[in-house]
């Protein structure tokens, strides 16, 4: 029978050293608020201000309306006006610039005899995702200019101001303003949490392993069960104060609502946080010394929750072995979770399936992870 008498002394003194060890201390508090504006300020999916040269070889009122459809965004900035043909290879291996826009000679000329006009277009795709979205950004509006100009030769010559067959309007849920970081900030919770608990949940138990404790309160009338909840109970709470701080700060500088339960938010942080504690405890039965535990700490919860997560590269990319490792990774689920409640506003129905295994997870973890701590020390 788990007695709470046997627990609080536990729990007392795990927060004692936690406050006497600032390193652990800043883990849990600092760090993650730290991460939260480093990678909401700094990984940022939007490609916008790409920078633009020009070559315009006509010089025209028309080509110059042309180039200002493109300048009159947010997606690009003149760079650079080339007169020669020669500076395109200068501007763009030195990275001057991204893209060039070439408006052939003639280009007014042409249009006003009802001639189809070819105009060129150079991007610098050494960077494939950045490319990618410069090349469709002037293709757009380069779909848009022409059709305005059609509309115009239709209205000039009589018959009127056509409309379109299709009227496109598109609608944007959940994040209309399309920005990055309320995609990322709710992944960066899942990314967050699970590197704080499972660096000082380790650090905790290998601590008591060094100074020759663990032993005495393995073999002492304490419960199995009430150990591990009197060692990981102050991380759980800590690292909940830390999901608040992490929430409070999206909210201030990156905008991001919860538009779910947050109760339900909390109730699967902490069953994520169990996930990351069982881990924690792992990664103690398999180090010697702090230094130790900390670098295999890192290993075991950054690189998972980061490259295999869907926090910073889409699963569906990757190849189907890659994919197949995805599958046994709790922060997966936590983070579709997570994007699921703060974004959509999904209730339990809509993911009461990864809930599910995060128990599972946490469960088998937590009694393999003692098994082997108990084994390991007597």
């Known amino acids: 029978m788990i007695s709470v008498h046997r627990i609080r002394p536990i729990i007392k003194k795990e927060f004692r050293q936690v406050r006497r060890d600032k390193r652990s201390l800043g ?218 701080l992490i929430l409070l700060v999206g909210y201030i500088l990156f905008d991001v609502v919860v538009r779910g339960s947050l109760l339900l938010l909390y109730g699967e942080a902490l069953i994520f946080l169990l996930c990351g504690l069982g881990l924690g405890i792992w990664v103690s039965t398999v180090s010697t010394r702090q230094e130790q535990a900390f670098q295999l700490a890192t290993l075991v919860s950054l690189l998972p929750t980061f490259m295999l997560s869907g926090f910073a590269f889409p699963i569906r990319n990757m190849p189907w072995p890659i994919q197949a490792l995805t599958y046994i990774n709790p922060a997966r689920y936590f983070l579709w979770i997570l994007r699921g409640i703060v974004l959509r506003g999904a209730g339990l129905e809509v993911f009461w399936q990864e809930t599910l295994f995060m128990m599972l997870f946490a469960t088998w973890i937590i009694v393999v992870s003692w098994n082997r701590l108990r084994r390991k020390v007597l």
């Open 27 to 244: 883990v849990l508090l600092v760090v993650p608020a730290f991460m939260l504006v480093l990678f909401g300020y700094a990984l940022n999916y939007d490609v916008k201000h790409v920078p633009l040269a020009i070559y315009d070889q006509d010089r025209t009122t028309t080509s110059r309306e042309l180039t200002d459809g493109f300048l009159h965004t947010e997606y690009f900035d003149r760079i650079a006006t080339l007169t020669s043909e020669h500076q395109i290879d200068s501007v763009l291996t030195g990275q001057i610039a991204r893209a060039v826009l070439v408006i052939p000679v003639n280009f007014e000329r042409d249009l006003a005899a009802n001639r189809s006009v070819k105009i060129q277009v150079l991007v610098d795709g050494s960077n494939a995702t950045n490319a990618t979205a410069a090349a469709g950004y002037l293709a757009e509006m380069s779909q848009d200019y022409s059709t305005r100009l059609s509309l115009d030769l239709l209205a000039r010559n009589g018959f009127g101001r056509p409309t379109l067959p299709i009227d496109y309007r598109a609608r944007i849920w959940y994040n209309p303003e399309l920005t990055s970081p309320k995609f990322l900030v709710p992944g960066l919770i899942g990314f967050i949490l699970m590197i704080s608990t499972v660096i000082s949940t380790s650090l905790s138990i290998v601590r008591e392993r060094e100074k020759g404790t663990i032993e005495q309160i393995i073999v002492s009338p304490i419960h199995p069960m009430e150990l591990i909840v009197g060692k990981t109970l102050p991380y759980v709470l800590i690292s909940l104060v830390s999901t608040s």
